[in-house]
């Protein structure tokens, strides 16, 4: 009987301390749980507070904001506009013409003591931000009636973040002295294939002949444009045919920031949880004509009548 005691006694300890760990473990899980829960809704107060600051500057009359980011920026020593507090935001806003009718109300986050005041940078995009264009939008460099600085060139790059083939065309117009729209020929217009997993095929099944593909692009690859190659150019326009693209763009140094995006970083912090939203303005030289102009028929000789075949 002795014996048995002391094996009862034994395996008493050995279930004990088996539950003391696995007690343990349960209460570090639930408090770690605890934590990451309050962890997600702190980052989601930051993200929904860091967007609401960037929807009082969408809110603003575009033609407005670019013009008030290119004169602060071309006269900021660093070209970079940094807004750390609020007051620093609603004054940069208020700077805007009161016509514009600014939804200040978005700013006002509420008073909570765990996130900080938003920081706001404003900066000229890089090649790698870029903005997304769906079939039915376009993708313009309007250069009609501006001096293009000697030696410019402007860089494009293309994104995309599903799969399959993606389809845009490239359109050149030209526009002479005269003001006279010189009519599209087949050298004015060059298609291109985007594709992240299959460049080798791009374009089977869809373009017929795939020939006719100037050139086949893996996402972060692009073209250049050099403009001394297009005199009396009026606007280079990218128009998606399809799925969506994503485009960035930049100039090289002798363009001195004529093409340049603006990118728009709002950055928030809650109870150690920093989450940052961007948006990128387009340059007032990146908006074209609308596309439905891309799909409308005309000649270079009057009205268009309809055609009446003989009886």
Known sequence: MKKYSGQAIAIIMIVLVVAVVIGGSLY??????????????DSQKALEQAGNVLDAFVAIDLSSLQNLISQQLKSSPNEEIILDNLSKINEFLLL?????????SLLDLGNDNLCSEPV??????????????EVGNVMAINVGGRSIPSGCQAQLSFYT????????????LYM?????????????????????????????????PTSSIKEVLMPGEGINIDF????????????????????????????????????????????????TMQVVIPNVINLGYYSIFDYTLYNSSGILSPYYPEP
């Open 28 to 41: 570090s899980r639930v408090v770690r749980n605890k934590g990451e829960v309050v962890d997600t809704i």
């Open 96 to 104: 805007l013409n009161s016509e514009d009718n600014l939804d200040l």
């Open 120 to 133: 706001v940078n404003i900066t000229y995009a890089q090649l790698t931000d870029g903005i997304e264009y």
């Open 161 to 172: 973040s599903g799969s399959g083939d993606h389809l845009f065309t490239t359109e050149t």
């Open 176 to 208: 002479d002295s005269n003001g006279s729209v010189h009519p599209y020929s087949l050298e004015d217009m060059e298609l291109y294939c985007l594709n992240n997993l299959n460049s080798y095929n791009c374009g089977d099944g869809i373009i017929s």
């Open 228 to 275: 001394s190659e297009y005199p009396n150019l009026y606007e280079f326009r990218i128009v998606p045919l399809k799925e969506k693209i994503r485009i960035g763009l930049k100039g090289n140094e002798s363009c001195n920031r004529f093409f340049d995006n603006y990118l728009i970083k709002s950055t928030v912090n809650c109870n150690g949880q920093e989450r």
